[in-house]
């Protein structure tokens, strides 16, 4: 469980420079458009390895962690917001890891939970 938690959020942290670095590129509207490749970069991320990936899911949960964060590192060099709105999908694509984790914790948990058995209907 703890997992789950750390990557995420350090994801939601580096998300709170956005608007301040659309402010200083000179494109603010830009913002939204960042914010929107996250979520889509979400999306893809979960339907592309939850659909297409699923013996390879667990094999994936490190290097899509690691996409969490790595590709904001690319705000370093200062692209302009076309380039720069890619950064947060391919980072948001990452939180696809969480699939994987998801496996292994409802494995862990013990057949007669009324959890697992909810989760599984």
Same mark, same amino acid.
């Given at each position: 469980?703890?997992?789950?938690?750390? #990557?995420? #959020?350090?994801?939601?942290?580096?998300?709170?420079?956005?608007? $301040?670095?659309?402010?200083?590129?000179?494109?603010?509207?830009?913002?939204?458009? =960042? %914010?929107? #490749?996250?979520?889509?970069?979400?999306? @893809?991320?979960?339907?592309?390895?939850?659909?297409?990936?699923?013996?390879? /899911?667990?094999?994936? @949960? /490190?290097?899509?962690?690691?996409?969490?964060?790595? $590709?904001?590192?690319? %705000? *370093?060099?200062?692209?302009?917001?076309?380039?720069?709105?890619?950064?947060? @999908?391919?980072?948001? %694509?990452?939180?696809?890891?969480?699939? *994987?984790?998801?496996?292994? =914790?409802?494995? @862990?948990?013990?057949?007669?939970? *009324?959890?697992? /058995?909810? *989760?599984?209907?």
């Amino acid at each position: 469980m703890l997992a789950q938690w750390p #990557a995420p #959020a350090l994801m939601v942290g580096a998300e709170g420079v956005l608007v $301040p670095y659309a402010a200083q590129v000179g494109a603010p509207k830009a913002a939204g458009l =960042f %914010f929107a #490749a996250v979520a889509a970069g979400m999306l @893809a991320g979960k339907l592309i390895v939850g659909r297409l990936c699923p013996a390879d /899911r667990e094999r994936l @949960a /490190r290097p899509l962690a690691l996409a969490l964060g790595l $590709p904001l590192l690319g %705000f *370093a060099l200062r692209p302009g917001p076309t380039c720069a709105a890619m950064l947060p @999908a391919v980072s948001g %694509f990452g939180v696809a890891y969480q699939l *994987a984790l998801a496996r292994r =914790f409802l494995d @862990a948990v013990p057949e007669r939970s *009324a959890v697992r /058995r909810s *989760a599984c209907s």
